[in-house]
């Protein structure tokens, strides 16, 4: 007798990042302290650590399509999370798999641009493709103010009002939700704002952790609310609970590397690690 498969599978598709901190390797990290289960299709290799990514390997896209395929035809996911795409063809690539095997499953879009230390994670020509291919059917997109900027055409030079920059995504891009996340912008008080099609707007702020553990902090939080959804969670239970679990992970961090140092993912199953 086949067991009833039990809601909180999570196919994530993303770069490896061999430093542990961001990428494939914090997903799985999130998803598993969460709760969920975790699998990968990875888009990309790369060489870096927390003090910066030193090479970037590109996967070929008809892999990163069968690792997504042989997931979904025998395990199935509840939702799927990306993560680094890099180019419009693996974009492309990656729409087809979710046209023809994961029509229905939700999808949570975390739109990697730039690495902490300025190495481009998308590239240009690629945008265009991630607005037609997969935004356009995404519940929720998380980007932070820059790639808002990116995503609107226009550069976010100076702190903008978080609020107006997430509607105005929400008119221009044909996604379900977005979540805006407000590190970037100055000030003691960070405020992350969630707007949806229904017309909600809701706030979400917290005090500013002084903290350089702060690598792969977007990469966690997407797979994190991933997770919620995939269990089965309201998106914004989902958001709120991934917020305190990437927030005690920054506060709880264990200072590892000379850079930008990695969370501490793990807090919800030892957290006494640091």
Known sequence: MTPTPVRGRVLVCAGSDSGGGAG????IKAVTAL??????????????????????????????????????????ADVIKTGMLATAEVIEK????????????????????????????????????????LMARATLITPNMSEAGVLLGKEMKAPGDVAVTA????????????????GHNPGKIIQDVLVTRSGKTTFL???????????????????????????????????????DYVLTAIATAPGYGKGYGPLNHVHTVRPFLC
């Open 24 to 27: 494939i390797q914090a997903d």
């Open 35 to 76: 709760g969920g289960y975790a699998m990968t299709a990875v888009t990309t290799l790369t060489a870096q650590s927390t003090q910066g990514v030193r090479a970037i390997h590109p996967i070929a896209p008809a892999f990163i399509a069968q690792q997504m395929t042989v997931c979904l035809e025998d395990i199935g």
């Open 94 to 133: 990656i729409g087809d798999v979710l046209e023809n095997h994961a029509k229905n499953i939700p999808l949570i879009i975390d739109p990697v641009m730039v690495a902490k230390d300025g190495t481009a994670m998308l590239e240009t020509n690629a945008i265009q493709a991630l607005r037609i291919h």
């Open 167 to 182: 509607r105005r995504l929400l008119e221009e891009v044909p996604v379900g939700a977005v979540l805006l996340k407000g």
């Open 205 to 243: 702020t917290h005090t500013r952790i002084d903290s350089a553990s702060t690598h792969g902090t977007g990469c966690t939080l997407a797979a994190s609310v991933a997770c919620g959804l995939a269990q089965g969670m309201g998106l914004e239970s989902a958001i709120r609970r991934a917020r």
